[in-house]
């Protein structure tokens, strides 16, 4: 029984919502807000964690471990922070039930009230400034480059699975560092980092830029982000990077002493990418058959499917089909062999195109006499047969042109869907259609407060690589240098 | 300046801290109850993750999260559970904050109090199972086998670093299966992965055993148990594997239909290890000078030291050092050096020792003209000096000697510790020194409590390897059939 996707032309946000479902990705739970990240979605984010971890490491970061849960007076410590973040959060008030006097259930203890109340943490500045305090004492213990995997909580009202849920999982980097410029250059950096993996592994190209001051995040002076073209035309910010300056080093306290004996606040940074990149995966490449996913990242490159009538010919092909895995695994390609007797072929073809397996193998018994063996893409729907002999080269080629392939046609989509415009009309019209649209801006948050309440837009990002261009702000008139980039976002 | 280690000898608890403290593990937070876990220390963490989770892959399990908060009516579906866990624990009560209106601070906001108060997880079964009942309806979805890396709170009201917090790291195992024998399989083949885990990578010999009932995990039928010996005779419980028959299919109703078409309920098993291990580690190898790490969980196995005047004779090590570090990556040993001007050899000496890294290798100018290096072992404190030509195959047969020698040195620890006692007098004066106690018990909860009270000893274990034996209980007098576990624990 196949599982049906809503075409993306009927609906799109249905279209999403079945492929998160049908492709076992995940679901929501019975906690408001709460995904269950089911075990092929959990494989993705693993992937992702296992070589987003990697360029950490690179780059010279190791990883530690911060307190879930911070006292409620930590967030009034840095002004802008506290407004941004403490403000829909999970408290926690009691730590203790007990058994109701009244009849069968379980209820508070008030007897466990907490003097000062806990939040969960939604991001960790505040905790970790507080620990990077005894850390931090002389110009050597800097820089300190940590970096954190965990979860988080945001009490969301809208959510959706993987693009906004209340708890979800992320890595947030926070560094510390003697001087404002270094400071700003590991702000790049990571920005970098996520770009190159966002292009590399993800397959999704991604234009890299600043935020305006009412995008940035709370307590930073700066926000790099990477941002990201959906199929609907809508922008995804797919991760940051803060350049958080002194704030809260001043807000914690957090002072060492320079090579020359002075005492100074620390500089600092932070930046995270989160399980929304999941999110961002789906809505890059997948189509209306079901979730496509990037050779890179996919749980299993190759499904081998089999096809027989009797035991005696599924014996013959199990042996032929085992000796191709094993190949295609000596060359680091991850390959599942399904002969499960409880499923027919036709079932299994569906199943593992919905859920974007890269390449299929069928093997037949005439595929057995001729040593031959098909071999269908699941980018662009290909079928070809093969000899048998060269298939680990073969199957090796085409994932990597596969990985280029839905590159340069998100790549490809996202020109399509660039857009200048110079007057206001033009600009409006655009917005509605979709896409990002590079326009003139004065540089003031009230216009852009104005375009987002007339337009839903929002400036996505200055771009780092956009050229100086004289130009007028559309909607004030005011004389502007560069084009920056309005989309409708998630 | 060298940290100070209290030894062990004048106040084990005190010598605990200080090694924890000392090389950089954890440390506690301003959260009660909540540690922070450091770089070094989450390096440990990280390799046992690494280690476990591609035991688990083998044995066939996946990877999956389910959602930290649990509704409290959740936890009074199952009776023994309730008991057990939902007690003392973080209560969310509301979900937003809000700016007092009599002061700068910021309050909870009374309007935002939830209908239904949500749990931090202190162990997922209910949550698990509430969501199995959507993935279980045939006997083709079973097996399902399901691991989680994940944050747990209990609110422990004593907290020692690593080994009880409030917060801490773990992966706990959830798994259903269509029959009780196969449900019993799995149970028992888990606890066999802890114990391999504990011996072929922590060095840590365990006895492997059941649980009795009044020792057993809420919710269970049967609790295996890996226990093993610490330096101070007290016994640590290093991780369960608890066999929960058709208890929270019932509590959560999840049945299947069999392959006869017949409706039955769900068998399960849960099963895990925190980062209670890593107490476990430092206990069982440390000594007065600090932390002895087994290599196969060394965040790096050798560290490579530069004795030198002038910068012209550091130029020449670091050629030697770099050359000699490649070489021994290149077989696979990690590899730490450590050329550091702001820091003297002597306190570099100190500093890996404390850390427990397996092997220090150190150059000095005499080493480069003569061709030699000088290999000082963590565990037994020998120095030798080597050719420098072999170093790679010399350094990779002491790592394996190492991990033997620690492994040895615990078991005839253990061994040395063991005691077959049969009188009450005995018994009393044994526990009171320490040890594994090997005694005759006749099966009752009742004797179990009284020896608890009179002594502070439980029973660790029924081992499972125990021979039977006719004998009497030293407290009642009862029969015996075998001779169980006794001892003080963490």
New interface residues.
Partial sequence: MAKKITPRNKDYSQWYNDIVQGADLA?S???RG??????YG??I??KMQSELDKMFKQTGH???????????????KEAAH?DGF?????????????NSEKD???V?DENAKLEE????RPTSET?IW??YR?WIQSY?DLPLL?NQW??V?R?EMRTRLFLRTA?F?WQEGHTAHATKSEAIEETEKMIKVYSKFAQDFMAMPVVMGIKTASERFAGADQTYTIEALMQDGKSLQAGTSHFLAQNFAKAFDVKFTTKEGKQEYVWSTSWGVSTRLIGALIMTHSDDRGLVLPPNLAPFQVVIVPIYKTDKELNKINKVANDVKLRLEKIGISVKYDNRD?HKPGWKFAEYELKGVPIRLVLGSRDIENSTIELARRDNLEKITYNISNIDNKVNEILEDIQKNLFNKALSFREKNSFYVDTKEDFIDQIEKGGFVYAHWDGTSETENLIKQKTKATIRCIPLDSADEQGYCLFSGKKSERRVIFAKSY
């Fill in positions: 679901e739970s019975g906690v709460c995904m269950v990240i089911k075990p959990y494989a984010w693993e190791v990883n530690a471990y911060f307190p879930l849960f911070i006292p409620k007076s930590y967030f009034s506290v403490a403000k829909e959060c999970a408290v926690i008030t009691h730590y203790r039930l007990k069968n259930s379980i508070v109340e806990l939040i969960v905790i507080d620990t005894k050597r940590i965990a979860n909580v009490w708890e999982l409880t």
